[in-house]
């Protein structure tokens, strides 16, 4: 059973482009989060997306923006990059079982902003 | 708003030490916690969580943690430490409600002297 995967391992971008991350859910997973490390902090929280829908949002502006598939996969989108927008990404997936739940972490992908 | 604190920055131990990293926690309900284990260049791996019951919990690799309500703490404990624990710790809560999304602390860095 293939985990979390994520995709690319690691992106180099420029000032003002955009890119796209993505990532496949644990099987019979049907949640993803994505959340942003940067050096030397904690993952943030980004958003999460729930039957291809946005549920939840962190505190990141709109140049952050995502989708789900009907397959649970997602991507994360964000527009315009900064310097300040270099970090690890990592996405999550959940999947509520009664009173519990556990979140599964991908690799993450480092993006770097030049 | 949920928050985690972790006042440890960086800790040293010896190999064949114990080990107690700190937590605490500021959630306005009941909490959903965790201890996370990242290695450099790697996601996060779930070392264990509490959700309600006994407020001592075991998890992989021989970590446990307590649940102290009336300190708002969550704090992690190895008998003896192994240079293979040397890593990033990570301290999350979460809401009982919203499986997927969690506010973590900035991380402890545990080096292992030989």
């Known amino acids: 059973d293939a985990g979390v995967t994520q995709s690319p391992t690691h992106l180099i971008k420029t000032r003002g482009q955009q890119v796209t991350l993505r990532c496949s859910p644990k099987s019979g997973h049907d949640t993803v989060s994505w959340y942003q490390q940067a050096l030397g902090q904690g993952p943030q929280f980004i958003f999460q997306?729930?039957?291809?829908?946005?549920?939840q949002r962190g505190n990141f502006p709109d140049r952050f923006s995502g989708h789900q598939f009907p397959n649970y996969s997602s991507e994360l989108n964000v527009n315009a990059l900064l310097l300040g927008d270099s970090a690890l990404y990592l996405c999550?997936?959940?999947?509520?079982?009664?009173?519990?739940?556990?979140?599964?972490f991908g690799p993450g992908t480092r993006l770097t902003v030049t | 708003a949920q928050s985690v604190t972790q006042p440890d920055i960086h800790i040293t131990v010896s190999e064949g030490a114990s080990l107690e990293l700190r937590c605490n926690y500021s959630?306005?309900?009941?909490?959903?916690l965790f201890w996370y284990v990242q290695s450099p260049g790697q996601g996060l791996q779930l070392l264990l969580k509490?959700?309600?019951?006994?407020?001592l919990v075991q998890g992989i690799k021989g970590f446990e943690a307590e649940f102290k309500r009336s300190q708002s703490s969550f704090n992690l404990r190895k008998p003896s430490v192994h240079w293979s624990d040397a890593a990033e710790y990570f301290c999350a809560v979460g809401a009982s409600t919203n499986a997927g999304k969690s506010t973590f602390g900035d991380g402890t860095t545990l080096t292992v002297k030989p």
């Open positions: 999550a997936s959940s999947l509520v079982l009664g009173a519990s739940y556990e979140q599964y």
């Open positions: 509490y959700f309600s019951g006994d407020t």
């Open positions: 959630y306005g309900a009941t909490p959903y």
């Open positions: 997306y729930y039957e291809e829908e946005e549920r």
